[in-house]
């Protein structure tokens, strides 16, 4: 129970052109779903917080227009890197906190952009 | 100095030996967790804990509250069990994570 399903896994995008990334809870409702960013042999990063039906919170120097996320119902939270460039390359995962889940937290699998 | 700190940073073994991973963290927490994230970057929950030990088959996880420090044990290691073991701490509910420990065990 309490997964999480993020897509797409990997994307190649040009560098100015959007990229959105999905994460749905398919057996638990998420009010709330964290964002990270991870650099290759760096931890994660918390990007942003995104709660159901109110803006997300960013962390300082996270750049809201840049990242735009929108958590527009209980099962679904996305992120949109919007006019990306190869700096934007890395890897992103999201993640929810499960009330009763023995595990706390449930991690998508990731998704790996590269702008080229 | 990051509040939370893993050792090693790198750990080789060989299969079967007995591994330890180390966590110390600086701030007060309401839970710790302990991760493993594989190659493709896929990150699993192993354990959550607040205190005392859990195991959950050839895993071993401890936490000590006063001494602000837990340990990851994996018993009777295998190849499979190479990864990234990520500690993180839950605090003002929001989780920091450690740099990680990247296993290898070798056949």
């Known amino acids: 129970g309490a997964v999480v399903s993020q897509h797409p896994s990997w994307v190649i995008c040009k560098s100015g052109t959007s990229v959105k990334i999905e994460c749905r809870s398919l057996d638990f409702q998420a009010t709330t779903m964290f964002w990270y960013r991870q650099f290759p042999k760096q931890s994660l990063m918390l990007m942003a917080t995104s709660n159901e039906g109110s803006k997300a919170t960013y962390e300082q120097g996270v750049e809201k227009d840049k990242f735009l996320i929108n958590h527009a119902s209980l099962t679904l939270s996305t992120l949109t890197v919007t006019s990306a460039h190869p700096e934007d390359s890395s890897f992103y995962i999201c993640s929810a906190r499960v009330r009763g889940f023995n595990y706390g937290y449930t991690f998508g699998s990731g998704t790996r952009l590269t702008v080229v | 100095k990051n509040e939370v700190e893993q050792s090693p940073q790198n750990l080789t073994a060989q299969e079967g030996e007995f591994i330890t991973i180390n966590c110390s963290y600086s701030v007060g927490i309401s839970a710790l967790h302990w991760l493993q994230q594989h190659p493709g970057g896929g990150i699993v929950s192993l354990f959550m804990?607040?205190?005392g030990k859990k195991k959950h088959g050839r895993l071993i996880a401890t936490i000590n509250i006063q001494e602000k420090h837990s340990s990851l044990h994996i018993t009777a290691s295998h190849p499979r069990d190479s990864a990234v073991y990520i500690c993180a701490v839950i605090s003002a509910r929001q989780l920091t994570f450690g740099s990680g420990t990247q296993l290898t065990v070798l056949p």
């Open positions: 804990l607040s205190s």
